[in-house]
Every structure is written in C-alpha cells, then in structure tokens.
C-alpha cells in the first residue's frame, strides 16, 4: 500500500508541484492544507504517514503546526519546506519536532530523498 | 523536471498575492500603526520569491528578496512605516508585478529592476534593525581530549549542502536518540546563523557501536565526513536512495480542483451554443413528426433537459466572482486621489457576486473610466468640501448586486454632483438639445453627457476628462447587452449603475414577426406585452406613445424603424407590444405578433456601415435561418 501524504503549503503552486512529485512517486497524497490550522486539523482527520510542512503560512504558521502535531502525534512524520535563508526557523522547526528539510526551489531527487529518510 | 507546465498556476497565484500586496500596502498606509499587514506583504511577497525560484525566474526571486530583506526589517523594527518606504513599496510590488508577467512570456531578460534593487537595498539599510540575536563567533569545530568516558563526534556538512545548521539541528536530535551529548563546539545557537559551515564536533556519551553512530549520521543526509572517537573514517558507498515509495508512477493524487485553460471553457461554450442551436432544430422536427411516432417527442424533451443541464453546468463553469477584475481597484483610486491631491474613501461590496467571465474580462476598463471620473469630476479638493461643510475626505463605493437575470454594478461618490445648468447651456449651444429645453432629466443628461467629445471639465486633465469616458464606457456596456443609468443630485454626489446580463453566449428571448423576418429580444428587459389600442394613446415629445397604468410609455413601430421587406403581408389588426423595462426608462416595441419564447444563442455582429444602433448580435434559429437580436438599450 502506497503511504499517504498531508501536503501544506499556502500557494497552489507549490501543493501542485510536490502533490506531482510524490505522486509520480507513488505516493498517496489524501489532503491539502492552507495554512497551519488546517494542517493541524486535517493531520487529525486523515492521519497521514507523511506531512509536508510549509513554514510561512498565515493564520497559524508551519512551525507552530508542527507542535500542535506533535502534541498529537509524538511519532508524526513532518518533511519541512524552506526557503534560503530560513535557517534559524528550520532549527527551531526541528527543535518542535520536524523530522527532515527541504530546500525551495525543490528538485524532485533531493524531495523524495527527505520523504524517504523521514519514512525510515 | 517540465516547468513550464506550472508557469499558468504561477501567474495566477502569482497575480493573487501581488493583488493581497497592494490591499495591505493600501491598509497599511492608512494605519501605519498597524502591525498586521506588514506581515502579510512578507508573507505574499516571500510565497512569490518561493515560487518564482522554483520557476527558475532568477530575477524575479532577487527582486522579491530584497523586498522581503527590507519588509522583514520593518517587520521586526515594529516601527511605523515612512511615507517614502510606503512610496518605495508600492512602487517594488508593480516592478514585482511586471517581473513576473516578462518572467512567463519568457522575456525576463528585458527586466530592468537596477534602480528599484538599489532603492530597496538603500532603504534596507536605512531602517532600524532589531537587535538580533548576537551572531555566535565563527568557532573552530574543534574539542580538547575528551573529559570522560565520551567518544569525540566530528561531522562535515557538504559545502553545497543548503541550511546547513538545519542539517546539523537534525543530526544532532539522532544522535541524542544513541546517547547523551555532553558538550559540543559551536553551541547549538550557531545552527541558527547563515554564517555556520557545516563543521561541527561534540563528546557522545553512548554504548553504540562507532559504525553504528556514524551510520546514523548519515542517514540524516548531506553528510560529507564522520568520524567517532580515533576510528577512521568509514568510505561508504555513495548514498543511493531510489526515488519512489514503491508503485509504479501511476499518481495517487487526489485534489477535488484542477485548473483548466480558459479558451477550453470558451470552446465548450461554443460547443453547447451549436448543441443549443441543433436542439431547436429538433424540437421543431419532433413538433412535426409526433403524429407519426409519438416516441421522438419523449427523444426530444430528454434532449432538451440534458443540453439544458449541460449548458448550465458551463454557464457556472464560467462564473467568476467580481473581485477577481475589482480587487485592483483601490490602488487605483488611491493613485487617481494622490495624483490630484483628493482624499478619498474607496469602499467595495458584493465582491463575491458571480458574472461571465466574458463579461468580467470586459467590464474592466469601462469601470477603470467611471472611477477615474468620480475621483476627478466627482469628489471635491478637501478645501472646497470643508467649506461645504462635508466630510474633508470623500467616499466612493463600488457596489455589486445581483438581481434578477442580471447584475447592477453602481459607482457612487458623495461628490459635488454634476451641475446640470452648465450641461444644459452647453447642450443648447452644441444643438444637442432644443431652445425651449429647461430642464434636463437623468436620463437625458447621461445622453448628452455620453455623446462622443462632450467634455464637462473645466480643466481637461491627462487623467480623464477629455469626453472619452463616459461615451467608451457605455459603447462597452452596451455591447455587452447592458446598460447605464446616472442618478446626481448637486452637492450630494453622483452614481452610476450599470446593469448587465450575467452570462452573455446563451440568453432566453421572446421572438417577434415584423413583416417577414424575425426578431430577438433578450427577456431580461421585458417588462410585459399587451395588445397595441388596448390602452389609451397619447403623445410624448412628438412620438406616439401610449399610457399604461397611468405612466406614459413611448411606441417604437418596428415596421416603420426597421422597414419591411417587398411582399410583406400588411400589418395584422391587433398587433402585440412588447413594454422594455431597463431602470427608469420604458419603451413599446409595436410588432406584428409574436412567435415563441426561446433560447438563442448569441453571436457576435459586426453591423454595416449606416445600421441602425439597435442590433446587438445574431441568433441562428432553429430552421437553420438567421434573424437578428434587438438591443433594448438602443430602442428604450
């Protein structure tokens, strides 16, 4: 069975681009989310194995998402999206609990590389 | 990886976040206390840089980084914006916005954005930098002899790795998953910093193999070298990590949207018009043909309720909600005022009321002239409506409302009005209007003031006045099937309405007989029918007219308007009315009887030379013969 996937992001864009790139991986991806509210919703609705976590979103941000998550689910799978320049905001999404990174502007390897460590 | 098939979705998303940009900036400038939008221009601004880099638009992403460099000082300064940052912003966000429409034509080259680079560097500087966490000193990963029974940890990031204090963050949290870290050069808070390089070394306390701590390193990923305690480094093969979670590339995704190219739409309209057109055709041969096999009337009407879902289901399709042309609306008015010293108020409602997107799309520019004019015609300079005891700052609203079959979109200042005496003088004197003329009703002053080249203005201003305007604006709207009424009343304002039809290609028309042809007349400004001597006749302005429910409504014989063709039969004796309802005025269009209700499917008509204004397109009817498609607003 296919692992399924929460993708978060708030440009269309980007849930488009990564919703390709996994899909043409095989993966499953059961849900989209806007901001970090939704995120923390629909992680509770669907129970994905994997989140794709956008850090600026408006309304609740991805790093606070991650928490609330985590305060859920200690063992969720969060794939954090980042841009240059963000690295004290990837340390601090760690510290609450990440498991991986990705860089924007994404290569499909270097995405499903991250999805596969944080996979175990 | 193909790009360019996401450069569409770009744009667009691109356009929404810059259209949220100039709102913010637009609420920011009138509340430069407020902390909230300068987050949210960040927020907009940085999903763009995201994007565009994604894209591969280098120039696009710079430019977008330096403008979120500068909103994140001001973000984190917390200070009150200048006026010449707010200037600096607005003018960033169009040169973002040209960047990224050359960015998709593939023409980013042509981009010329040195100037607007250095402003927002310059300015960058300038603001007050909050005081940031004290940059850690660039440490040598290096550690004396290990203290206690720990084992020393070095770790190298590779130099093209990206974020590498993310990746050191990472590392660190697996490593503690094995044992206990004791002590670590650079501490922890460095990961936070650009300047970290990757290097870093700590004292593990763990029971775990030395293979098996280095392996678990690795396994974070971007790790160049390990080594744990004396061991030496272990080569391991070159990380081979198979793209794909297991199944084949059959996708899974799963998304309740997807985006379609907008001239499909159109086509599908096209499509359904023919279908709607073959569908009449078939109900009259049903008509003829029921007497012989009942059973291709029920064909028919099955036909004719699936092609009318179907054409519904387009119609909505097509549907766009008016904020989509409106949201770039307010950075307008905004300009206009500056532009002419005025303070205006700009409000506008009914932004999630749905049109055509045909209509929308055409809509723009008639609506960008009315607003120009109510900015420059309409509101007075704050001195003069200080002495008229109003408000310093004016009020424009742009109001959308659906009703009926149609929807009316009003623009309304609390100007000074439109000073009818002047209009009047100049009517006469221009012989638009009679001597004897002493007043003028809305109705007549909006045909004088839509005449082409009559100018109001006193000053003939670059920004509008020139007597283009109104006149432009209402060849458009009428094109359309629509119409403008003007409602002004000195010192108190003035309101434009447009009404237009909500979809344009399929409209539901009675189809009248004048002589031998055929006529259609849009239902949506029918008001009622009765039968011509019925009511009593008068006269009005010198036309027949007729009186109905003691309102006089003047007659349009379409025989003699339009003329009939040699061997016509005469006219009948009891010929219908047709009463044209559009806002406040009425007309009665006199024909020689009337045929049946239907849809028609509108096509677009380039009228001759020397045709009477009163065709707004053609309709192919069901016997496959043309007849033309009468304009209610050139007729009323």
Redesign the interface.
């Given at each position: 069975m296919?692992?399924t996937v929460l993708v978060c992001d708030?440009?269309?864009?980007?849930r488009?681009?990564i919703?390709?790139?996994?899909?043409?991986?095989?993966?499953?991806?059961?849900g989209?989310a806007e901001t970090g509210s939704q995120a923390v919703e629909k992680y509770r609705q669907l129970k994905p194995d994997l989140v794709t976590m956008d850090i600026?979103?408006?309304d609740m941000g991805g790093i606070d998402a991650v928490r609330e998550i985590v305060k859920q689910d200690p063992d969720a799978k969060i794939l954090m999206c980042?841009?240059?320049?963000?690295?004290?905001l990837?340390?601090?999404?760690?510290?609450a609990g990440a498991?991986?990174?990705v860089?924007?502007?994404?290569q499909?390897?270097r995405v499903?590389?991250?999805?596969?460590?944080v996979?175990g | 990886m193909d790009l360019s098939q996401y450069a569409e979705l770009f744009l667009a998303e691109s356009r929404e976040h810059l259209s949220a940009c100039n709102q913010l900036l637009l609420e920011w400038e009138r509340h430069p206390a407020s902390p909230e939008p300068v987050g949210g221009i960040f927020r907009a601004v940085h999903t763009i840089k995201g994007m565009a880099a994604t894209m591969g638009y280098g120039r696009v992403a710079d430019l977008a980084h330096r403008m979120e460099n500068l909103l994140d000082h001001l973000r984190r300064g917390g200070k009150s914006p200048g006026e010449d940052t707010l200037q600096l912003l607005f003018r960033a966000t169009d040169a973002l916005e040209k960047a990224v429409g050359l960015a998709v034509a593939g023409r980013e080259r042509e981009l010329d954005v040195a100037a607007i680079l250095a402003d927002l560097d310059r300015a960058g500087a300038k603001e007050p930098t909050a005081p940031a966490a004290a940059s850690p000193p660039r440490a040598a990963a290096s550690l004396a002899a290990p203290s206690g029974s720990g084992r020393l940890v070095s770790v190298t990031i590779r130099p093209e790795a990206p974020l590498k204090g993310g990746r050191a963050m990472l590392i660190v949290r697996k490593v503690q998953s094995l044992g206990v870290i004791q002590r670590m050069q650079p501490a922890a808070a460095a990961f936070e910093s650009d300047d970290f390089d990757g290097q870093f070394v700590f004292e593990l306390d763990s029971a775990a193999d030395a293979r098996d701590i280095e392996a678990a390193i690795r396994s974070m990923g971007d790790v160049e070298r390990v080594t744990v305690g004396d061991e030496e480094e272990h080569v391991t093969p070159a990380e081979s990590v198979a793209a794909g979670g297991g199944g084949s590339g059959a996708g899974g995704g799963r998304s309740r949207h997807i985006r379609v190219d907008l001239r499909r739409l159109d086509t599908l309209m096209d499509l359904i018009g023919e279908l709607v057109t073959a569908r009449g055709r078939l109900n009259e041969l049903a008509a003829r043909w029921v007497g012989q096999d009942p059973v291709i009337d029920e064909v028919a009407i099955q036909i004719s309720r699936l092609s009318a879902d179907l054409q519904n289901e387009i119609i909505q399709a097509r549907m766009t909600p008016v904020w989509q042309v409106f949201d770039r609306f307010p950075r307008l008015v905004r300009d206009v005022a500056r532009q002419l010293g005025k303070q205006v108020a700009f409000r506008v409602e009914g932004k999630e009321i749905e049109l055509d997107r045909e209509i929308l799309d055409e809509l723009g520019d008639p609506l960008v002239h009315l607003l120009r004019n109510a900015v420059d015609h309409g509101i007075e300079p704050p001195a003069e409506r200080k002495r008229a005891k109003k408000d310093a700052e004016g009020e424009i609203v742009l109001t959308a409302v659906r009703e009926r079959s149609s929807v009316a979109i009003s623009i309304a200042d609390d100007g000074r009005g439109i000073d009818r005496s002047r209009i009047l003088a100049k009517a006469k004197r221009e012989g638009i209007v009679g001597p004897h003329v002493e007043s003028l009703s809305d109705d007549q002053l909006l045909r004088v003031l839509a005449r082409p080249g009559f100018s109001t203005a006193e000053a003939v201003t670059a920004l509008s006045g020139r007597g283009v305007g109104i006149d432009v604006a209402m060849t458009r709207i009428r094109a359309l099937g629509g119409s403008i009424e003007i409602r002004t009343e000195p010192g108190k304002g003035t309101t434009f309405v447009l009404r237009l039809p909500v979809t344009l290609a399929i409209v539901r028309a009675l189809i009248a007989a004048v002589g031998l042809e055929r006529y259609a007349l849009p239902l949506t400004y029918v008001a009622e029918t009765v039968e011509l001597g019925t009511t009593p006749m008068t006269k009005m302005e010198g036309r027949e007219a007729m009186v109905l429910r003691d309102r006089v409504v003047p007659l349009v014989d379409l025989r003699e308007l339009l003329g009939t063709n040699g061997g016509s039969p005469p006219p009948p004796p009891r010929r219908p009315v047709i009463v044209l309802e559009m806002g406040e005025r009425r007309a009665g269009i006199v024909v020689d009887g009337m045929l049946s209700q239907q849809e028609i499917v509108v096509k677009g008509f380039d009228a001759p030379r020397g045709t009477l204004p009163v065709f707004s397109g053609a309709t192919i009817m069901g016997d496959g013969v043309p007849a033309l498609i009468l304009d209610a607003a050139g007729l009323v």
């Amino acid at each position: 069975m296919s692992h399924t996937v929460l993708v978060c992001d708030d440009a269309i864009f980007m849930r488009t681009m990564i919703t390709d790139i996994l899909a043409q991986a095989g993966f499953e991806v059961v849900g989209e989310a806007e901001t970090g509210s939704q995120a923390v919703e629909k992680y509770r609705q669907l129970k994905p194995d994997l989140v794709t976590m956008d850090i600026v979103m408006p309304d609740m941000g991805g790093i606070d998402a991650v928490r609330e998550i985590v305060k859920q689910d200690p063992d969720a799978k969060i794939l954090m999206c980042s841009a240059m320049g963000q690295q004290a905001l990837v340390v601090e999404a760690i510290q609450a609990g990440a498991k991986d990174f990705v860089v924007k502007p994404f290569q499909p390897s270097r995405v499903l590389e991250a999805v596969q460590r944080v996979l175990g | 990886m193909d790009l360019s098939q996401y450069a569409e979705l770009f744009l667009a998303e691109s356009r929404e976040h810059l259209s949220a940009c100039n709102q913010l900036l637009l609420e920011w400038e009138r509340h430069p206390a407020s902390p909230e939008p300068v987050g949210g221009i960040f927020r907009a601004v940085h999903t763009i840089k995201g994007m565009a880099a994604t894209m591969g638009y280098g120039r696009v992403a710079d430019l977008a980084h330096r403008m979120e460099n500068l909103l994140d000082h001001l973000r984190r300064g917390g200070k009150s914006p200048g006026e010449d940052t707010l200037q600096l912003l607005f003018r960033a966000t169009d040169a973002l916005e040209k960047a990224v429409g050359l960015a998709v034509a593939g023409r980013e080259r042509e981009l010329d954005v040195a100037a607007i680079l250095a402003d927002l560097d310059r300015a960058g500087a300038k603001e007050p930098t909050a005081p940031a966490a004290a940059s850690p000193p660039r440490a040598a990963a290096s550690l004396a002899a290990p203290s206690g029974s720990g084992r020393l940890v070095s770790v190298t990031i590779r130099p093209e790795a990206p974020l590498k204090g993310g990746r050191a963050m990472l590392i660190v949290r697996k490593v503690q998953s094995l044992g206990v870290i004791q002590r670590m050069q650079p501490a922890a808070a460095a990961f936070e910093s650009d300047d970290f390089d990757g290097q870093f070394v700590f004292e593990l306390d763990s029971a775990a193999d030395a293979r098996d701590i280095e392996a678990a390193i690795r396994s974070m990923g971007d790790v160049e070298r390990v080594t744990v305690g004396d061991e030496e480094e272990h080569v391991t093969p070159a990380e081979s990590v198979a793209a794909g979670g297991g199944g084949s590339g059959a996708g899974g995704g799963r998304s309740r949207h997807i985006r379609v190219d907008l001239r499909r739409l159109d086509t599908l309209m096209d499509l359904i018009g023919e279908l709607v057109t073959a569908r009449g055709r078939l109900n009259e041969l049903a008509a003829r043909w029921v007497g012989q096999d009942p059973v291709i009337d029920e064909v028919a009407i099955q036909i004719s309720r699936l092609s009318a879902d179907l054409q519904n289901e387009i119609i909505q399709a097509r549907m766009t909600p008016v904020w989509q042309v409106f949201d770039r609306f307010p950075r307008l008015v905004r300009d206009v005022a500056r532009q002419l010293g005025k303070q205006v108020a700009f409000r506008v409602e009914g932004k999630e009321i749905e049109l055509d997107r045909e209509i929308l799309d055409e809509l723009g520019d008639p609506l960008v002239h009315l607003l120009r004019n109510a900015v420059d015609h309409g509101i007075e300079p704050p001195a003069e409506r200080k002495r008229a005891k109003k408000d310093a700052e004016g009020e424009i609203v742009l109001t959308a409302v659906r009703e009926r079959s149609s929807v009316a979109i009003s623009i309304a200042d609390d100007g000074r009005g439109i000073d009818r005496s002047r209009i009047l003088a100049k009517a006469k004197r221009e012989g638009i209007v009679g001597p004897h003329v002493e007043s003028l009703s809305d109705d007549q002053l909006l045909r004088v003031l839509a005449r082409p080249g009559f100018s109001t203005a006193e000053a003939v201003t670059a920004l509008s006045g020139r007597g283009v305007g109104i006149d432009v604006a209402m060849t458009r709207i009428r094109a359309l099937g629509g119409s403008i009424e003007i409602r002004t009343e000195p010192g108190k304002g003035t309101t434009f309405v447009l009404r237009l039809p909500v979809t344009l290609a399929i409209v539901r028309a009675l189809i009248a007989a004048v002589g031998l042809e055929r006529y259609a007349l849009p239902l949506t400004y029918v008001a009622e029918t009765v039968e011509l001597g019925t009511t009593p006749m008068t006269k009005m302005e010198g036309r027949e007219a007729m009186v109905l429910r003691d309102r006089v409504v003047p007659l349009v014989d379409l025989r003699e308007l339009l003329g009939t063709n040699g061997g016509s039969p005469p006219p009948p004796p009891r010929r219908p009315v047709i009463v044209l309802e559009m806002g406040e005025r009425r007309a009665g269009i006199v024909v020689d009887g009337m045929l049946s209700q239907q849809e028609i499917v509108v096509k677009g008509f380039d009228a001759p030379r020397g045709t009477l204004p009163v065709f707004s397109g053609a309709t192919i009817m069901g016997d496959g013969v043309p007849a033309l498609i009468l304009d209610a607003a050139g007729l009323v």
